[in-house]
């Protein structure tokens, strides 16, 4: 393997090791797009483990706020995704082919067997 094999490998696996990305990823994967709201709703209901009309502001400003400013841009960096905060649009990008074997092996493997089963979104 070679150094910017290694290094993109590296990159993948720091990428995939945050629990939010990655159930932002599954949900892309099924989908290819998303609106920026559902996916906020849907990771705070995962997280809490709760249906997502449970969930409450603070927990949906905390995920959004979170996804804004630090997980989105990120993935965006790595061409994984584009977004458009205005709309709240999120798509896969063709970057995403590169990694979706590795998000798929840690979603065989997640601890919780419900991680494998998405909501709708």
């Known amino acids: ?9 590296e990159a993948a696996c720091s990428l995939l090791a945050e629990s939010e990305r990655r159930f932002l990823l599954y949900q892309l994967a099924e989908h290819r797009d998303a609106n920026l ?5 849907g990771i705070a209901a995962w997280e ?9 502001k603070d927990t949906r400003q905390r995920v ?4 804004v400013h630090n997980h989105l841009p990120r993935l965006a960096d790595y061409d994984i995704i584009e977004y458009d905060l205005r709309s709240g649009d999120i ?16 979603k065989q493997t997640e601890a919780e067997p419900e991680i494998r089963e998405l909501p709708p979104l």
């Open 1 to 9: 393997m070679n150094d910017a094999s290694a290094s993109r490998m």
């Open 48 to 56: 809490l483990d709760a249906r997502p009309a449970q969930i409450d």
């Open 37 to 41: 709201e559902d996916v906020v709703t």
């Open 91 to 106: 798509v896969l990008t063709n970057g995403f082919d590169e990694i979706k074997p590795l998000l798929e092996q840690f």
């Open 64 to 67: 959004y706020v979170s996804l």
